[in-house]
C-alpha cells in the first residue's frame, strides 16, 4: 500500500510523493515558551510524532528530518517575564523564562512517548535568516517600510487566502486586525516591527535605523528555510493555525523564492475540547499535560503518558476530540489488558522478556497496524488490529503486539519493566483466563443467567471485565 494524507491545500487525499525519497522534510510548529503545555498543545505534538515515526519505517531513519520550532520572542513572554523576575532587565527574565518552559515541555512532551525531533531551531537564533527574507520581499515589491514596520502586501499576490480557501474580500469583511496608518490594506501583515523600550530588539533590515523584532509568521518561514530548504514536504500543525498563520507562512516564501509551492502537503489536526466544552480558565477546565502526569484534577489518578497518548489517537487526528475521564480510564483498562496479556502464559513472563531485551527491542510492527496508519493515520483501525493480535495467546502475535505497540509510542520496554505498570491481581491469572472462557462458552450457549453468574463472581473479587461483540476481551481490577 501507498501512503495516503489529507492535504488541506487541495483539501483531498493523495498519495503522498516526497520531493526526495532519500531526504524526506517535515516541519511542525511548535510551542511559545512561556508556560506549561496544555493538552491542546499535546494534541499535534502526539500526531506528527506517530508520522515521523511512519515515514522512518518506511524511508528509513537516517532520511528523514524532522524540524519542530520553539518560539522564544513573542509578547506573552516578554509579560510572563516582566511579571516573574520584576527586577531583572528583562533580556535577562526573558532567558530563565524560555529556558525553564522549554525544559518543561521537553519532560511532558518526553513523558508522553514522543520522539524528539531532528532540529529544534529558537527563533532568536534565526533572525539573519528573517531579515535575509524580508529583504527579499521589499526588493521583490511584496513588502513595504511604513513608520518603521516592514509589512507584507497581501494584493500583490494573486492566489493569497488558497490554504483557507477564502478571497481577500472575504478575509477584508470578516477580518478582526489591527487598523494602522502605516498599512496599505488593514489584511497587510507585519513582517517586522519597532522595539518598544526594554524590550529584545535587533538592527532592523530594510534601511530602518531603530532596532525591531520580527513578527510571528516570519519565524517559522525563516527557520524552515534554514533547515529544510525553500520548498518540502510536509507542513503541520494545528487546524487554528490554518488562518493567518500558515496562510502567510506560504505568502511569504513563495514570494520570497519565487516558488510554486512552500510545502507539498499541510496536515492539521483538529480542535479539541474538555467534556464537551471549550477548555479555558474562566470554565476551570483548564488542563495542562503536567497536571494530568503529576496530579489528580482530571479523573481520580495520576495519569501515565502512555494512556494520555492512547486517548488522543482513538479520535482521528482531523477530527474534533471530546477530552473525558471515561475515555481516559477506558484507555488505561486497555493498556492494562495488553500489558497483562504480553507477560501472560508459559514462560513468557515479564523476567523472559528482561533476558531478552534486545531481541525484543528489535520486533516490527505488524503489517495490519502499518497499514492502517497508510491511510491518512487511521488510528482506530491500528487499534482493532492491536485488539486482534491481543486476542490470540501465541508467542508470534505477542511480539507482533509488542512490536507495534512500541512502534506507536504507546508501550516501551521501560513501561513494561516498570513495577507501576502492573497491578496485582486479586486472584491467579490462570483462573481469571478460566473464568472468563467459562463465561465466553454460557454467552455462545445463550445462557445468560450463567454469564452474569460468572460476571458478578468475578466483580466480588475485585475483577471488572469489559465485553464487546468478540466476547470478553478485557478487564480492569476493581477501583
Same mark, same amino acid.
Not at 476551570?284 to 501515565?304: H, Q, S
Given at each position: 500500500?501507498?501512503?495516503?494524507?489529507?492535504?488541506?491545500?487541495?483539501?483531498?487525499?493523495?498519495?503522498?510523493?516526497?520531493?526526495?525519497?532519500?531526504?524526506?522534510?517535515?516541519?511542525?510548529? @511548535?510551542?511559545?515558551?512561556?508556560?506549561?503545555?496544555?493538552?491542546?498543545?499535546?494534541?499535534?505534538?502526539?500526531?506528527?510524532?506517530?508520522?515521523?515515526?511512519?515515514?522512518?519505517?518506511?524511508?528509513?531513519?537516517?532520511?528523514?528530518?524532522?524540524?519542530?520550532?520553539?518560539?522564544?520572542?513573542?509578547? &506573552?513572554?516578554?509579560?510572563?517575564?516582566?511579571?516573574?523576575?520584576?527586577?531583572?532587565?528583562?533580556?535577562?527574565?526573558?532567558?530563565?523564562?524560555?529556558?525553564?518552559?522549554?525544559?518543561?515541555?521537553?519532560?511532558?512532551?518526553?513523558?508522553?512517548?514522543?520522539?524528539?525531533?531532528?532540529?529544534?531551531?529558537?527563533?532568536?537564533?534565526?533572525?539573519?535568516?528573517?531579515?535575509?527574507?524580508?529583504?527579499?520581499?521589499?526588493?521583490?515589491?511584496?513588502?513595504?517600510?511604513?513608520?518603521?514596520?516592514?509589512?507584507?502586501?497581501? @494584493? &500583490?499576490?494573486?492566489?493569497?487566502?488558497?490554504?483557507?480557501?477564502?478571497?481577500?474580500?472575504?478575509?477584508?469583511?470578516?477580518?478582526?486586525?489591527?487598523?494602522?496608518?502605516?498599512?496599505?490594506?488593514?489584511?497587510?501583515?507585519?513582517?517586522?516591527?519597532?522595539?518598544?523600550?526594554?524590550?529584545?530588539?535587533?538592527?532592523?533590515?530594510?534601511?530602518?535605523?531603530?532596532?525591531?523584532?520580527?513578527?510571528?509568521?516570519?519565524?517559522?518561514?525563516?527557520?524552515?528555510?534554514?533547515?529544510?530548504?525553500?520548498?518540502?514536504?510536509?507542513?503541520?500543525?494545528?487546524?487554528?493555525?490554518?488562518?493567518?498563520?500558515?496562510?502567510?507562512?506560504?505568502?511569504?516564501?513563495?514570494?520570497?523564492?519565487?516558488?510554486?509551492?512552500?510545502?507539498?502537503?499541510?496536515?492539521?489536526?483538529?480542535?479539541?475540547?474538555?467534556?464537551?466544552?471549550?477548555?479555558?480558565?474562566?470554565?476551570?477546565?483548564?488542563?495542562?499535560?503536567?497536571?494530568?502526569?503529576?496530579?489528580?484534577?482530571? @479523573?481520580?489518578?495520576?495519569?501515565?503518558?502512555?494512556?494520555?497518548?492512547?486517548?488522543?489517537?482513538?479520535?482521528?487526528?482531523?477530527?474534533?476530540?471530546?477530552?473525558?475521564?471515561?475515555?481516559?480510564?477506558?484507555?488505561?483498562?486497555?493498556?492494562?489488558?495488553?500489558?497483562?496479556?504480553?507477560?501472560?502464559?508459559?514462560?513468557?513472563?515479564?523476567?523472559?522478556?528482561?533476558?531478552?531485551?534486545?531481541?525484543?527491542?528489535?520486533?516490527?510492527?505488524?503489517?495490519?497496524?502499518?497499514?492502517?496508519?497508510?491511510?491518512?493515520?487511521?488510528?482506530?483501525?491500528?487499534?482493532?488490529?492491536?485488539?486482534?493480535?491481543?486476542?490470540?495467546?501465541?508467542?508470534?502475535?505477542?511480539?507482533?503486539?509488542?512490536?507495534?505497540?512500541?512502534?506507536?509510542?504507546?508501550?516501551?520496554?521501560?513501561?513494561?519493566?516498570?513495577?507501576?505498570?502492573?497491578?496485582?491481581?486479586?486472584?491467579?491469572?490462570?483462573?481469571?483466563?478460566?473464568?472468563?472462557?467459562?463465561?465466553?462458552?454460557?454467552?455462545?450457549?445463550?445462557?445468560?443467567?450463567?454469564?452474569?453468574?460468572?460476571?458478578?463472581?468475578?466483580?466480588?473479587?475485585?475483577?471488572?471485565?469489559?465485553?464487546?461483540?468478540?466476547?470478553?476481551?478485557?478487564?480492569?481490577?476493581?477501583?
Amino acid at each position: 500500500m501507498e501512503l495516503r494524507l489529507y492535504n488541506t491545500l487541495t483539501k483531498e487525499k493523495e498519495v503522498f510523493q516526497p520531493l526526495d525519497p532519500a531526504r524526506v522534510r517535515m516541519y511542525v510548529c @511548535g510551542p511559545t515558551v512561556y508556560d506549561f503545555a496544555h493538552i491542546g498543545n499535546a494534541r499535534p505534538v502526539i500526531v506528527f510524532d506517530v508520522l515521523y515515526r511512519l515515514l522512518r519505517h518506511l524511508y528509513g531513519e537516517g532520511k528523514v528530518k524532522y524540524v519542530r520550532n520553539i518560539t522564544d520572542v513573542d509578547d &506573552k513572554i516578554n509579560a510572563r517575564a516582566a511579571e516573574e523576575y520584576p527586577k531583572l532587565l528583562l533580556n535577562e527574565a526573558i532567558r530563565l523564562v524560555t529556558e525553564k518552559t522549554e525544559k518543561q515541555f521537553h519532560d511532558d512532551v518526553d513523558a508522553l512517548g514522543c520522539l524528539r525531533p531532528d532540529v529544534e531551531p529558537r527563533a532568536t537564533e534565526h533572525i539573519n535568516e528573517m531579515r535575509d527574507l524580508i529583504e527579499r520581499l521589499v526588493k521583490a515589491g511584496f513588502a513595504y517600510v511604513g513608520e518603521e514596520h516592514v509589512l507584507f502586501e497581501v @494584493g &500583490k499576490m494573486a492566489d493569497y487566502g488558497k490554504l483557507a480557501r477564502r478571497s481577500l474580500d472575504e478575509m477584508e469583511a470578516g477580518a478582526r486586525v489591527e487598523v494602522a496608518p502605516y498599512k496599505r490594506n488593514p489584511m497587510d501583515f507585519v513582517l517586522w516591527k519597532p522595539s518598544k523600550p526594554n524590550e529584545p530588539g535587533w538592527p532592523s533590515p530594510a534601511g530602518i535605523k531603530t532596532p525591531g523584532r520580527p513578527g510571528w509568521h516570519i519565524e517559522c518561514s525563516a527557520m524552515s528555510w534554514k533547515h529544510l530548504g525553500e520548498t518540502f514536504d510536509i507542513h503541520g500543525g494545528g487546524i487554528d493555525l490554518v488562518f493567518p498563520h500558515h496562510e502567510n507562512e506560504i505568502a511569504q516564501s513563495r514570494c520570497a523564492f519565487h516558488t510554486p509551492i512552500m510545502a507539498k502537503t499541510w496536515m492539521h489536526n483538529g480542535f479539541l475540547q474538555v467534556e464537551g466544552e471549550k477548555m479555558s480558565k474562566s470554565l476551570g477546565n483548564f488542563v495542562t499535560i503536567r497536571e494530568l502526569l503529576a496530579t489528580k484534577k482530571f @479523573g481520580d489518578r495520576e495519569w501515565t503518558g502512555d494512556v494520555i497518548r492512547l486517548s488522543m489517537l482513538k479520535t482521528h487526528y482531523r477530527q474534533p476530540l471530546d477530552w473525558t475521564v471515561a475515555a481516559l480510564n477506558e484507555s488505561y483498562s486497555v493498556i492494562n489488558g495488553w500489558r497483562r496479556h504480553l507477560t501472560s502464559g508459559g514462560d513468557y513472563t515479564m523476567a523472559f522478556i528482561e533476558q531478552n531485551r534486545e531481541q525484543y527491542e528489535t520486533f516490527l510492527p505488524a503489517q495490519d497496524v502499518v497499514s492502517s496508519l497508510l491511510d491518512d493515520l487511521n488510528f482506530s483501525q491500528a487499534i482493532s488490529a492491536l485488539h486482534k493480535l491481543a486476542r490470540i495467546d501465541s508467542v508470534e502475535a505477542k511480539q507482533a503486539l509488542f512490536g507495534s505497540l512500541q512502534f506507536l509510542g504507546i508501550l516501551t520496554f521501560e513501561e513494561m519493566a516498570s513495577e507501576q505498570s502492573f497491578e496485582e491481581l486479586p486472584i491467579s491469572k490462570e483462573m481469571l483466563k478460566a473464568r472468563i472462557a467459562a463465561r465466553n462458552l454460557a454467552r455462545e450457549n445463550k445462557d445468560w443467567k450463567k454469564s452474569d453468574e460468572i460476571r458478578d463472581e468475578l466483580k466480588a473479587m475485585g475483577v471488572v471485565i469489559k465485553d464487546n461483540k468478540d466476547g470478553t476481551t478485557s478487564w480492569e481490577i476493581a477501583r
